[in-house]
């Protein structure tokens, strides 16, 4: 068994969180999402899975999804080629729902356990794709907001691109920002298939 096979298992058979997933309004158990194997050459670096990804065990396996990989220019089947593309998310479990049903921040917990053992084992990826807030902070170091940090993806160039969360809940900020789809997207697709060469 290789180490990262060794953090496979050992991830999928963590339970850090339950006591606190248990007290969420979802009341749920944790269920870590595991895609990644070595040699992928692009990593997707999210927030945490949503309840639906929680209930099927497949990451982006909802509209996000859809949406991401209309973004990135893949098909279904590249994209969930592990030994293409690793999706390693801030958390690996659903965190839950609070009591007005919005998504709970992944737990820091979860980073600090596995990260590090994770991406070690990775090891070099040609190009990391970092989604949302929460992975700006902790990939790209961002101090600025989303927005901001997306606007400056050219100083992330060449091995790493910020995105925005790729969920409807964000078809507003698409609309009001349309340098995203005319300057961002196509640079995102062209260096997807140069990684994947």
Not at 108 to 133: E, N
């Amino acid at each position: 068994m290789t180490n990262l096979d060794q953090i496979r298992s050992d991830l999928t058979a963590c339970r850090l969180c339950q006591d606190r997933f248990s007290a969420t309004q979802t009341a749920h158990s944790p269920r870590p999402v595991i895609w990644f194997k070595s040699g992928a050459r692009i990593l997707i670096a999210g927030q945490a899975p949503g309840l639906r990804v929680h209930k099927s065990g497949i990451p982006f396996d909802d509209p996000s999804g859809d949406r991401l990989r209309d973004w990135l220019g893949l098909d279904h089947a590249t994209f969930y080629d592990q030994s293409k593309l690793a999706i390693v998310p801030m958390a690996f479990c659903f965190p839950g729902y609070d009591e007005k049903k919005a998504d709970l921040p992944p737990p820091a917990r979860c980073r600090q356990t596995w990260h590090d053992q994770v991406f070690d084992a990775l090891g070099d990826v040609r190009l990391r794709i970092i989604i949302g807030g929460y992975a700006h902070r902790y990939h790209l170091g961002a101090k600025t907001g989303v927005t901001d940090t997306v606007r400056g993806w050219r100083d992330h160039l060449p091995h790493a691109l910020p995105l925005p969360h790729p969920s409807w809940r964000n078809t507003g900020w698409l609309k009001r920002n349309p340098w995203f789809q005319e300057e961002l997207l196509p640079v995102l697709q062209s260096k997807v298939q140069e990684a994947l060469k």
